[in-house]
C-alpha cells in the first residue's frame, strides 16, 4: 500500500488531517508522541534528545555533536522502519525527504494564509493574536531551518512534494478525501521491486543508526546504504576496535543478509 509523509505549515491541519486519513484507511498514524516513545525505547538518552531538539533548527555545535548524530540517525531509522511495515502516516521531521527514493510514498505539503493559522492558533493554544504569530514564525522557521541543516532541502521547495494543498481554501474533509484518492494512485507503484528497495534502505539506516548510537564508536563518517541488495558500510575508523564492533553490531542487526565493509584507517 501507499505512505503518506505529510509537510506542514505551523496551524495548517497537519496533525487533524494525518489522523482522519489513517482512521479513513486504518493507517498507522505516526507523529512526534509515537517517535518519542520508540526513541525512549531504544535509550533514555536518546528520547530526552529528542523532546529538547525535535524540529529544532540545530546550532553548528549540535550538527557535530555525537548525541545528536546519533538522536538523528535513530529517529530516521524509525521512520523508514514504520514505511517499510506499509500503511502508515508520516507526520514532519522530514520524512518525504528520506522517503524521496520510494515511488510509492505520497508526499505532500499542507499550507495556510497566515491569518488562518493564526486564528486556529489562537483557539488551539488559548494565545493572543501576537503571541500566537510570534509562535507561528519559531516554529516555521525552526522546521525550515531543521531540514536545511540536516537534509541541505529548501522546505518550500515545490520540487519536494507531489502535492501542496491550501487548508485555508480546503476543509479538512475536502484534503482528506483528496488524499485518499492519491493514495489509492500511488498503490499501483508498490511493486514487489520497489518494497523490497524500501525494506533495504530501513534496515541500512537501523544498522547506521545502531553504530552512531554506540558510544564505543566514534566515527561520525560512517555511513550505512544497500547496493544491489548489499548492505555496504563505508567511512573512516580510528583502530581494529572499532572494526570489530562495526562488524559485530552488523551481524546482529542484518543477520543473514549480506553486508560489505569498505571502511578505511585513519
Known amino acids: 500500500m501507499a505512505i ?9 491541519g497537519g496533525r487533524d488531517i494525518g489522523r482522519q486519513v489513517a482512521q479513513r484507511l486504518s493507517y498507522e498514524y505516526v507523529d512526534k508522541e509515537r517517535l518519542f516513545q520508540d526513541l525512549d525505547k531504544w535509550g533514555k538518552r536518546w528520547g530526552q ?11 553548528l555545535w549540535e550538527r557535530h555533536d ?3 548524530r546519533g ?4 529517529l530516521e ?25 520510494v515511488p510509492f510514498c505520497l508526499k505532500v505539503r499542507l499550507v495556510a494564509p ?8 489562537m483557539v488551539r493554544e488559548s494565545l493572543d493574536r501576537g503571541r500566537a504569530e510570534e509562535l507561528i514564525g519559531r516554529v516555521d522557521r525552526d522546521r525550515a531551518c531543521y531540514l536545511q541543516a ?37 498503490d499501483r507503484l508498490a511493486t514487489p521491486a520497489a518494497r523490497a528497495r524500501l ?6 539506516k537501523r544498522l547506521q543508526a545502531k553504530i552512531a548510537t554506540d558510544p564505543r564508536i566514534l566515527a561520525p563518517t560512517i555511513q550505512v546504504q544497500p547496493v544491489d541488495g548489499v548492505i555496504v558500510v563505508s567511512g573512516v575508523i580510528h583502530n581494529p576496535k572499532e572494526l570489530t564492533l562495526i562488524q559485530e553490531i552488523a551481524l546482529e542487526v542484518c543477520e543473514a543478509r549480506e553486508i560489505r565493509l569498505e571502511l578505511k584507517h585513519r
Open 77 to 101: 531509522a524509525l521512520i523508514l522502519t514504520y514505511a517499510a511495515a506499509d500503511r502508515v502516516v508520516l507526520i514532519g521531521r522530514g520524512a518525504f525527504l528520506l522517503l524521496r527514493e
Open 49 to 59: 534528545t529528542a523532546r529538547e531538539l525535535d524540529e529544532v533548527c540545530p546550532t
Open 66 to 68: 555525537w548525541q545528536y
Open 71 to 74: 538522536y538523528l540517525a535513530a
Open 150 to 186: 540536516n537534509y541541505g532541502k529548501d522546505w518550500d521547495d515545490r520540487s519536494n512534494y507531489d502535492l501542496i494543498l491550501n487548508t485555508g481554501s480546503l476543509s479538512y474533509d475536502q484534503v482528506t478525501d483528496l488524499l485518499v484518492k492519491e493514495l489509492a494512485e500511488k
Open 114 to 121: 497566515l491569518e488562518v493559522r493564526v486564528e486556529r492558533i
Open 199 to 204: 525494506v533495504d534502505l530501513a534496515l541500512a
Open 4 to 12: 503518506l509523509a505529510i509537510s506542514r505549515e505551523y496551524g495548517a
